[in-house]
């Protein structure tokens, strides 16, 4: 990579690191990660009353391009294998701060068997049992939450839960949990 090359990547890695942390979200579409059409789902009434924070559990991403492409894969592992009516998570976050729009938060995710109801599912992509997320995607989680709250799709009361106190599961990781518990809105069972 050339010095130029060097100075752009630390100059738009600075971008995003800044944009998550002063609250400004970056929303990538599902027509920008091109997503397939979901099947039929069930409805939800919003707001919801609780966000369930999770992790995807596999591997992770740090740009635009790989996770994109990570999006596209849970989606098709989830329809194609699990049987899913659509990717199970509501919002997934990258690696690069950005949040990538999953299922529509008026549609019942898939993440909890039997626990899915009244809950925002969002999921930073990777695997978080060592490490936590990046600053900058934690940023952009507690953006999102701000954001749903402010669209109507979580209520001013929302409860926040990890994915392990709703199903059977160490998601969303043993690095990450702790970090979680500190948060505004955290509950317990």
């Known amino acids: 990579m050339s010095c130029y090359g060097t100075v752009v990547s630390v100059v738009v890695a600075f971008i995003v690191t800044l944009t998550a942390v002063n609250g400004e979200?970056?929303?990538?579409?599902?027509?920008?990660?091109?997503?397939?059409?979901?099947?039929?789902?069930?409805?939800?009434?919003?707001?919801?009353?609780?966000?369930v924070i999770a992790h995807t559990a596999g591997r992770s991403c740090s740009?635009?391009?790989?996770?994109?492409?990570?999006?596209?894969?849970i989606q098709a592992y989830q329809i194609t294998?699990?049987?899913?009516?659509?990717?199970s998570y509501h919002?997934?976050?990258?690696?690069?701060a950005r949040v990538?729009?999953?299922r529509s938060p008026s549609q019942q995710g898939a993440i909890a068997a039997g626990n899915n109801a009244d809950s925002l599912a969002i999921a930073f992509i990777g695997n978080f049992n060592d490490e936590a997320p990046?600053?900058?995607a934690l940023a952009a989680a507690q953006s999102?939450?701000?954001?749903?709250?402010?669209?109507?799709?979580?209520?001013?009361d929302y409860k926040l839960l990890g994915h392990r106190?709703?199903?059977?599961?160490?998601?969303?990781?043993?690095?990450?949990?702790?970090?979680?518990?500190?948060w505004p809105h955290w509950g317990t069972n």
Request: glycine share 8%; charged share 25%.
């Open 25 to 51: 979200l970056s929303i990538v579409s599902r027509a920008d990660w091109r997503a397939r059409p979901p099947g039929e789902m069930t409805p939800m009434e919003l707001p919801l009353g609780r966000a």
């Open 63 to 73: 740009d635009d391009e790989s996770c994109a492409e990570q999006v596209r894969n």
């Open 81 to 87: 294998r699990m049987k899913y009516s659509d990717i």
């Open 91 to 96: 919002y997934l976050i990258g690696g690069n």
């Open 100 to 102: 990538y729009e999953g």
């Open 134 to 136: 990046t600053d900058s």
């Open 144 to 156: 999102l939450l701000e954001h749903a709250v402010s669209q109507g799709q979580l209520a001013p």
């Open 165 to 182: 106190q709703v199903s059977a599961t160490k998601s969303p990781g043993d690095a990450l949990y702790p970090l979680l518990e500190k």
